[in-house]
């Protein structure tokens, strides 16, 4: 089966950092394109950070600057790098795997994991 294990979340004051983590496993990692999306109560799921197969990394106008996805095929981990957190960053954070050649099957989505910013 088919299994993304987040982890790193949790309760943070603006201008702290987390890091986030994000395990997978029964997929051939290094043939994914991984991201990292947000959602709050009554929003869209919106996209945070992607990073492809060969490195290229691109980001949300709101998080560029701050945070840094990164990934470890070796590890079969993706990470997001979360600096100069805001209140406007706490949601619920999911790790996405889609595959490189996207007809060859569905993406697959984390539990997600809970980041809250707040004084």
């Known amino acids: 089966q088919v299994q993304l294990v987040e982890s790193g979340g949790g309760l943070v004051q603006p201008g702290g950092s987390l890091k986030l983590s994000c395990a997978a496993s029964?997929?051939?990692?290094?043939?994914?394109?991984m991201g990292w999306y947000r959602q709050t109560p009554g929003t869209q799921r919106e996209l945070v950070a992607t990073i492809n197969t060969g490195g290229s990394t691109h980001y949300a106008d709101s998080v560029k600057g701050r945070f840094t996805i990164s990934r470890d095929n070796a590890k079969n981990t993706v990470y997001l790098q979360m600096n100069s957190l805001k209140p406007e960053d706490t949601a619920v954070y999911y790790c996405?795997?889609?595959?490189?050649?996207?007809?060859?099957?569905?993406?697959?989505w984390g539990q997600g994991t809970q980041v809250t910013v707040s004084s």
């Open positions: 029964g997929i051939i990692f290094s043939m994914y394109v």
């Open positions: 996405n795997a889609k595959h490189l050649v996207s007809a060859l099957g569905p993406g697959y």
